[in-house]
């Protein structure tokens, strides 16, 4: 079963720039499209955008303009960057996978706060 | 954006009870809306693919249904593994969007 684990900096300073991986394990990258989601402590989920192995993207307009989301298909991992955060951008982000066959997010990693901080 | 919300926003349940939640689009999304189980300090599980095809794994006591702008997810004769919130999610239109969370506390 294919596993997935984000890692990256829990605290980050306003202004800066949020850098996270997400590993997969126990499956290729290959073929697959892949997701970030946020959620504010305490709050509901948001789509960030989503990749494919290829290089194609997708990102939420609402967030387009600070966010990219890459993929290194040889370490079998992709990444979120999003640009000048503020408190706002402070979530628990997660990796997701996108289902073989349809657009649905079967196997999601567990999570990793980040807190937007000086 | 399609907005989907959530009926009802909390559920208070005593084991072996019915609970139907719903979730309602803003326009026709077909059936591509997905439900999803998220337990404290864990990520989202799927539990139901396309409206009503249940994920590997979920038990058959979890069913789905619905098509177009309103659709239900019915968790019959509940378990005490079943508090949770749950949340909806459309892939019909991006940006995909969520619902806001039905909580499922067991009395």
């Known amino acids: 079963q294919v596993q997935l684990q984000e890692s990256g900096p829990g605290l980050v300073k306003p202004s800066e720039t949020l850098s996270l991986t997400c590993t997969v394990a126990?499956?290729?990258?290959?073929?697959?499209?892949w997701s970030w989601i946020r959620q504010p402590p305490g709050k509901g989920l948001e789509y960030i955008g989503y990749i494919f192995y290829s290089g194609s993207t997708n990102y939420n307009p609402s967030l387009k303009s600070r966010v990219t989301i890459s993929v290194d298909t040889s370490k079998n991992q992709f990444s979120l960057k999003l640009k000048s955060v503020t408190a706002a951008d402070t979530a628990v982000y997660h990796c997701?996978?996108?289902?073989?066959?349809?657009?649905?997010?079967?196997?999601w990693g567990q999570g990793t706060l980040v807190t937007v901080s000086s | 954006e399609i907005v989907l919300t959530q009926s009802p926003d909390f559920q208070s349940v005593t084991p072996k009870e019915k609970v139907t939640i719903t979730c309602r689009a803003s326009?026709?999304?077909?059936?591509?809306l997905h439900w999803y189980q998220q337990k404290p300090d864990q990520s989202p599980k799927l539990l139901m693919k396309?409206?009503?095809q249940s994920f590997s794994g979920v038990p058959s006591r979890l069913s789905g249904s619905g098509s177009g702008t309103d659709f239900t997810l019915t968790i019959n004769s509940l378990e005490a593994e079943d508090a949770a919130t749950y949340y909806c999610?459309?892939?019909?239109?991006?940006?995909?969007?969520f619902g806001q969370g039905t909580k499922v506390e067991i009395k």
């Open positions: 396309d409206a009503s």
């Open positions: 999610l459309q892939t019909r239109s991006l940006p995909w969007t």
């Open positions: 326009q026709s999304i077909g059936s591509s």
């Open positions: 126990g499956g290729s990258i290959n073929n697959y499209y």
């Open positions: 997701a996978r996108i289902g073989y066959g349809g657009w649905f997010l079967d196997y």
